[in-house]
């Protein structure tokens, strides 16, 4: 009879497993997998094999390809708000608020908001959507985390372009040459080493400092002798 491992023991063999795999393979993508079937990730995993090793930009796009639509089930949570658009319906006619009879079927007249992103599916809504032959949900494989050569970073980072990159650097730069600059003149004020800038600052600090300095001279110097114990030879008891 084979032993089922327990719950501690699952546990125990998946992060020897998730070990070995970092240990085994310098980029990884760690997926989310919410209400995606097994033939559909037997499908994204037929069409990744050979390529999953490639760029992880790439792979995350081929990923993100792999949706499918699926109706709205009593009790699931909505990941996207859910908007019934105007229009003929083709149901047989019923009176609400939103809609109205237009040629023996029930129309549309606006916009109506029937689900709100993160709340449950009702029943209601569910056979509204229905019968309205209406699927508002797509599911698949989505990125949560990147890993490469030991750093994990957002997957929004594989999103970036070279313009991207060049428009941060170009906002951040004057502040990395202005922080230098101020650290190389720190430096050289407070060492030997110098450079005509800085020769510039140590003048400037020479004459602002000099004020002070001389003042504490004048202090000492107009500082009154202590008064002599001699009282003249004179005793209290001559």
Do not use: W
């Amino acid at each position: 009879m084979a032993v089922i491992p327990t719950k501690a023991e699952k546990k125990v063999s998946y992060d020897v497993k998730l070990c070995q795999l970092l240990e085994d393979y310098t980029q990884i993508l760690v997926v989310a997998a919410d209400n995606v079937g097994s033939n559909q990730l037997e499908n994204i995993r037929k069409d990744l094999r050979g390529d999953s090793v490639c760029n992880l930009k790439e792979v995350s796009e081929e990923v993100a390809r792999y949706k499918l639509v699926a109706p709205a089930r009593v009790g699931l949570v909505a990941p996207i708000d859910v908007v019934v658009p105007p229009g003929n319906t083709g149901l047989d006619p019923s009176q609400t608020s939103f809609f109205q009879i237009n040629k023996g079927t029930v129309e549309i007249i606006t916009p109506v908001e029937l689900i709100k992103k993160g709340d449950k599916v009702g029943s209601s809504e569910a056979v509204l959507l229905s019968k309205l032959a209406i699927r508002p949900f797509s599911y698949g494989l989505v990125v949560v985390s990147v890993y490469d050569n030991g750093s994990f970073f957002s997957p929004e980072v594989l999103d970036l372009t070279e313009d991207d990159l060049i428009d941060k650097f170009s906002v951040a730069a004057p502040h990395m040459f202005g922080n230098a600059y101020k650290n190389v003149l720190a430096v050289a004020v407070a060492t030997e080493y110098s450079f005509p800038e800085a020769d510039k600052v140590k003048e400037y600090l020479k004459v602002f400092t000099a004020p002070a300095t001389a003042s504490k001279e004048e202090e000492k110097k107009e500082e009154p002798a202590e008064e002599s114990d001699d009282d003249m030879g004179f005793s209290l008891f001559d």
